[in-house]
């Protein structure tokens, strides 16, 4: 066999040893880490509850998810170890990396209208914007949007298909 025949197969065992060798580093991170457990980190489990390690035993851990909520879970469970700075901002809401040179968005929207100086300046341009109106629309008086109306109910009733006794132009 010629060596041009052999590569395509040399590839596809090459390919399968590099996903096989990145699965099971992947595997063994979680392990290491998974084993790095100490009681007061917080966790999300694979089902996406949020707790706080409270005793790390050899397959399993007791969960504080709660006041007075224990729950014990094996260790295989734990999707992934948090920061401290991460597990409070996502359970408790508490935002420890706000910088002060931040602008803050107000919770009225007081601030965010124009002064007063400049709703003069819009009022003035409005203004001069308004003095060349254009009617582009028919005003229609009372007798002749009744006798529109009514010319629309006479249309309306003569578009309704006629009842027949079963009798059709149809080709057969």
């Known amino acids: 066999m010629s060596p ?6 040399i590839v596809l065992i090459g390919a399968m040893f590099l996903m ?18 100490q009681p007061g980190s917080g966790v999300r489990t694979i ?11 050899d397959d399993t ?23 401290d700075d991460e597990y409070n901002r996502i ?3 508490v935002e420890h990396d706000l910088k002060s040179d931040t ?5 009225d929207a007081s601030s965010l209208t124009e002064s007063a100086d400049t709703d003069d300046s819009a009022d003035e341009a ?3 914007s308004d003095e060349k109106v254009v009617d582009l629309g028919k005003k229609d008086g009372p ?8 010319e629309a109910e006479q249309a309306d009733a003569d578009e309704e298909p006629k009842k027949s006794d079963g009798d059709s132009d149809a080709k057969k």
Do not use: C, W
Request: hydrophobic share 45%; no cysteine; aromatic share 4%.
């Open 103 to 107: 602008d803050i968005v107000p919770d």
């Open 91 to 93: 359970v408790h809401g």
């Open 4 to 9: 041009v025949t052999l590569l395509p197969f």
């Open 47 to 57: 089902g996406g509850m949020y707790a706080t390690v409270k005793e790390v035993n």
């Open 20 to 37: 096989t060798r990145s699965a099971k580093k992947k595997q063994q991170q979680a392990a290491a880490m998974r084993n790095d457990l």
């Open 61 to 83: 851990l007791l969960l504080d998810a709660g006041p007075g909520v224990e729950l014990l879970f094996a260790k295989n469970a734990i999707g992934a170890v948090l920061t």
């Open 126 to 128: 409005a203004a001069a």
């Open 143 to 150: 007798d002749e949007v009744r006798e529109k109306s009514a």
